[in-house]
């Protein structure tokens, strides 16, 4: 089979599409014709050896997906050849087979397009398990999204309002701005691009909260971090919740004073490990996301797709702040 893999630690333009062999369903697993793969900001920097796990090399990137059930490994009962399903895994995607976990998988709706399902279980399993799981979302609440027309904030803001929430979506062009708001957001803010000053600081702590007025935001979602946490944590409501889901922007270093003052919580969202601790966790969420799809509440927006001979080039997109949406590498 062909397969994008990384074979040195670099950016996007190091990979390389190679023959490797076809891999077999172990005990536990299913092959999965891979039909289309949906790329994430973490697939930018585990093929740098920046990711919180390092796979040993040769290895391809691509961490969801969807797909056709080829073969069936030892005591997996839950598929049948030629089901379509989307998994996610957390490398291995980006190629035209992958032997996954049958836990790791479930079954798509007939309706759902590949390159839809190839884009849905990390990037809404992500903000599924930080608003629901970790910040307790409530109805009416105010929701505030950084990132907001990236994957995992676009499927924030609509999470959001499935669950009932204001939502305020904080970009950075009026492009995005726009984007947000045709995925549901109630109001879009632009922020300035990093670096800030101590003045464009406070400014940027006064328009995100001024977007939360009266009360402030109840959850923060932030997916960006660099400079931009402790503005939004600013603009956090009493007894709010500040969900550290990413760092696009960077590393933020926060002023803890400022979570004692609002009596909030500071709260970590790591998708993957959570889905280790039970398989219940992956069907509870993939059947409650697949739920409001079904509903029309959740609309995956693909942007661009890409063959996977060009898949660095997608992985590019997102290491260059250029991405709306999701990027899909489609594999035939
Ligand atoms: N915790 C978990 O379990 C988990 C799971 C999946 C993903 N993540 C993390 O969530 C974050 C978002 O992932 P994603 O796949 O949704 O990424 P994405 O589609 O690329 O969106 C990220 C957003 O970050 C903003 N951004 C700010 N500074 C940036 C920079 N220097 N470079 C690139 N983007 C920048 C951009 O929005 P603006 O231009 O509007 O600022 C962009 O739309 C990543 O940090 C990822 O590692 C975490």
Redesign the pocket.
């Known amino acids: 089979m062909k397969a994008i893999m990384s074979r040195s630690i670099g950016g996007p333009e190091t990979l390389v599409l190679e023959e490797v062999d076809d891999p077999v369903a172990a005990p536990g697993q299913i092959v999965v014709r891979v039909k289309a793969s949906g790329?994430?900001?973490?697939?930018?920097?585990i093929i740098e050896d920046k990711?919180q796990f390092k796979p040993k090399r040769p290895f391809s990137p691509g961490?969801e997906f969807s797909g056709i059930v080829e073969a069936i490994g030892g005591g997996v009962s839950s598929f049948q050849l030629g089901d379509r399903v989307m998994g996610f895994s957390r490398w291995g995607a980006m190629a035209q087979k992958i032997a996954i976990s049958a836990s790791r998988c479930a079954v798509i709706p007939d309706e759902m397009p590949f390159d839809e399902a190839s884009a849905f279980i990390?990037?809404y399993?992500?903000s599924y398990?930080?608003l629901k799981e970790r910040g307790a979302l409530r109805v009416g609440e105010t929701l505030l999204v950084?990132?907001?027309?990236?994957?995992?904030?676009?499927?924030a803001i609509e999470i959001g309002k499935a669950m009932g929430a204001r939502v305020v979506a904080?970009?950075?062009?009026p492009e995005?701005a726009r984007l947000a708001r045709k995925h549901g957001a109630d109001r879009a803010v632009?922020?300035p691009?990093?670096p800030f000053d101590a003045s464009s600081r406070r400014e940027v702590a006064r328009l995100l909260k001024g977007a939360c007025d009266p009360h402030g935001a109840h959850v923060v979602c932030d997916?960006?971090?660099?400079y931009?946490s402790e503005a939004a944590l600013r603009a956090i409501a009493w007894d709010g919740r500040f969900l550290?889901?990413?760092?696009?922007?960077?590393i933020p270093q926060i002023p803890l004073n400022l979570a004692l003052l609002k009596s909030c919580k500071i709260v970590?969202?790591?998708?993957?490990?959570?889905l280790d601790r039970s398989v219940d966790h992956f069907s509870r969420a993939a059947a409650e996301l697949l739920e409001w799809y079904q509903a029309g509440k959740l609309r995956p927006c693909i942007s661009a797709r890409f063959p996977l001979a060009e898949a660095g080039d997608a992985i590019a997109?997102?290491?260059?702040?250029k991405?709306?949406?999701?990027?899909v590498v489609n594999i035939d």
Do not use: E
């Open positions: 790329v994430n900001f973490p697939d930018t920097l990711y961490a990390l990037t399993g992500t398990y930080a950084l990132g907001a027309a990236g994957g995992v904030g676009l499927a904080a970009v950075s062009t995005k632009i922020y691009t990093a997916v960006v971090g660099g931009y550290v889901v990413g760092f696009t922007g960077g970590g969202v790591f998708l993957g490990p959570w997109q997102l290491a260059t702040r991405a709306m949406g999701k990027i």
